[in-house]
C-alpha cells in the first residue's frame, strides 16, 4: 500500500525519520527557490530520482491543496492499534495522552498532532467513528509531527477510558461550563487530556468518563477557541506544571 505526501515539512520530516519509504518524488518545475533547494539536495543524497512535473498535474494529484511545489508517493506508515496503547502505558510511569472526542476536520488533526509533538504527548487517541483521517491534508499540517507521535484509533472510546482509569490515568476534559478552570487544576502525573469538538464539544458518554473537567478562562467576546488552539493551551500548562 502507498500513501501520497505534500508539502516541505512533510516530506523532510519523513526522509529524516524513514527514507525506506519513499517510492516517487515529483517537483513543480521552475521551483527551485532557497527552501526547497536545500530537501532536494538531502532526497538526491538519499539516492533517491527527482521527477519534474507541471502545476496542473501536481494539483490533480493533491485535489488542489497547496503542495509548495513538492509532492511524494511513499509506502503507508504503521498503523497504531489499540493493543498498542496497553503496551505504551506500561512503558511510561507518567504518560501523557490527547484523546479527541468528533474532531472530524483533518486540518484540526494535524494542528493537535503538531501540538502534541511539541508538547512531549505519548500518543493521540481517537474513536475509529466521527473522526478525521490521517490524510495528506493532515500530515502536512503537522509539518513532521505525524510521523512522530502514534495516533491510536480505538473502537470504543469510553471502554478505552476505562482502560485507562485501570492505570491511574486522571482524565481530565475540557468543557465551557466547568466549575473550575484549566489554571486551577494538576496536570501533573499519568494524564489524558480530552478534546471534543468545536460547538459540540465532548459526547455525553465521553464526558461521564472524565475525572475532572475544566475551562479555558476566556476574557474577550468569543466563547470559545478552535479545537487545536484549546489542545496547545492545555498541553503546554501540563508541560509548564510537570516541569
Known sequence: MSEIIYGIHAVKALLERDPQRFLDVWILKGRDDRRLHPLLLELEAAGLTIQ??????????????????????????????????????????????????GVTDPHNLGACL???????????????????????????????????????????????????????????????????HLYQS????????????????MRRLTREHCDELISIPMAGTVTSLNVSVAAGVCLFEAVRQRL
Open 186 to 201: 494538576k496536570l501533573t502525573g499519568p494524564l489524558a487530556l480530552v478534546m471534543g469538538a468545536e460547538g459540540e464539544g
Open 114 to 180: 503538531r501540538n502534541a509533538d511539541a508538547a512531549g504527548v505519548h500518543a493521540v487517541i481517537v474513536p475509529r467513528d466521527r473522526s478525521a483521517q490521517l490524510n495528506a491534508t493532515a500530515k502536512k499540517v503537522a509539518s513532521g509531527a505525524a510521523e512522530t507521535v502514534p495516533l491510536i484509533r480505538v473502537t470504543n472510546l469510553a471502554r478505552t477510558l476505562r482502560l485507562l482509569k485501570e492505570h491511574n490515568v486522571w482524565i481530565v476534559g475540557t468543557a465551557g461550563e466547568a466549575d473550575h
Open 52 to 101: 519534474v512535473a507541471n502545476r496542473q498535474w501536481l494539483d490533480e494529484k493533491v485535489e488542489g491543496a497547496v503542495h509548495q511545489g513538492i509532492v511524494a508517493r511513499v509506502q503507508e506508515g504503521r498503523q497504531y492499534q489499540e493493543s498498542d496503547l496497553e503496551s505504551l502505558l506500561q512503558q511510561h510511569t507518567a504518560p501523557l495522552l490527547l484523546i479527541l472526542d
